[in-house]
């Protein structure tokens, strides 16, 4: 499809802002609506960024905000957080507008609720795909095409094996967004792969670990999420608070990636392993771009909730990768 109106929604954010001057640098996108409740930067942002960029303000948890936006586009992508609030809200309003989306997801939606945003793209024969960030995202990437002797190739079903990592610095990686997902998720400490990036891994759900860069970053991270924790969710909000005030002050060592993903086995010696190492925190948003035009494209993609592997291929993510200097390894390693 030539000429393709995108709306993207959460354009001020950090993903955000990568994915818009990505999408307004590709030809075959004719007009650019960036989204986002902040209007004054919206509108700054997108003056700047090129003529093809329009802007409006809108709240994504009010059906009628985003009613008015669908009307005149052929595709939305959705850079909103915390994603546990409002993706449900724009996959449906996106699913009654008959629109594809791609949205960011802090998880893929389970059980009454992926059965009920699947049934809605398939009635309205459109696709949509939950979780293209860094995990998930990037890390379902990862085991279905680089994972030694694990990925199954385009189309097919993904096996979920091992473990999966997420490595940030935040001075540099996320927004408001992230820091609530870091006061919601960070757990006690954990082993990492001798080959991720240096820093203290803690637990952060079944099968996953979240890694904070050595020193100060880790554990002034670590010591407020959990110093807070005891305050239930008004604790969580107050940590994400601080932290995103003191981000400026988390900075790591020279050399250490904005971001990085990766799978690897559990509990074994030795097992394959995946990962991409991000130095400019460029990834996650440049994945959701691509996402996003391949669903506006319809080629063949499928209805309903897709999984991220069905759209972007392997050729797909090297070509992101290479033209975001992201480093992407996979292979066999002894774990200590």
């Known amino acids: 499809m030539g000429g393709m109106k995108i709306a993207l929604l959460g354009a001020m954010g950090f993903v955000g802002q990568i994915a818009a001057r990505d999408l307004a640098g590709r030809p075959e996108v004719a007009e650019l609506l960036l989204v986002d409740y902040n209007i004054r930067e919206a509108k700054k942002f997108a003056r700047a960024l090129s003529p093809k960029c329009r802007w409006a303000m809108a709240d994504v948890g009010r059906v009628p905000d985003l009613e008015r936006l669908l009307d005149d586009v052929d595709a939305v992508a959705n850079a909103v957080g915390p994603c546990s609030e409002y993706e449900k809200t724009v996959l449906l309003t996106c699913a009654a507008s008959r629109r594809p989306v791609a949205s960011i997801g802090d998880g893929a939606p389970a059980g009454s609720d992926r059965r009920e945003i699947h049934d809605a793209f398939r009635r309205a024969g459109a696709g949509a795909v939950s979780g293209c960030g860094m995990l998930p995202g990037w890390t379902d990437l990862l085991e279905a095409h680089f994972l030694p002797g694990v990925g199954t190739g385009k189309g097919d079903p993904v096996p979920r094996r091992g473990r999966r990592f997420l490595f940030c610095s935040p001075d540099r990686f996320g927004g408001y967004a992230f ?21 203290g891994y803690f637990e952060a759900g079944e099968g996953t670990a979240l890694g904070l860069p050595e020193g100060r970053p880790a554990g002034l991270c670590a010591g407020i999420a959990g110093g807070f924790r005891i305050f239930g969710t008004v604790g969580r909000e107050m940590s994400a608070a601080f932290l995103f005030w ?72 090297e070509r992101i990768a290479s033209s975001c200097n992201a480093t992407v390894k996979g292979g066999l390693t002894d774990r200590p």
């Open 179 to 199: 820091f609530r997902r870091l006061a919601r998720e960070i757990g006690r400490p954990a082993s990492a792969p001798s080959w991720a990036p240096a820093g």
């Open 246 to 317: 003191l981000r400026r002050s988390l900075r790591p060592a020279s050399g250490t990636p904005a971001a990085a993903a990766g799978v690897f086995p559990a509990g074994e010696e030795r097992g394959p392993f995946a990962s991409i190492s991000d130095p400019q925190g460029k990834v996650a948003g440049t994945l959701l771009a691509e996402t996003v035009l391949q669903l506006g494209r319809g080629e063949g993609k499928g209805k309903g909730l897709l999984p991220l592997p069905e759209i972007v291929g392997r050729k797909e993510a």
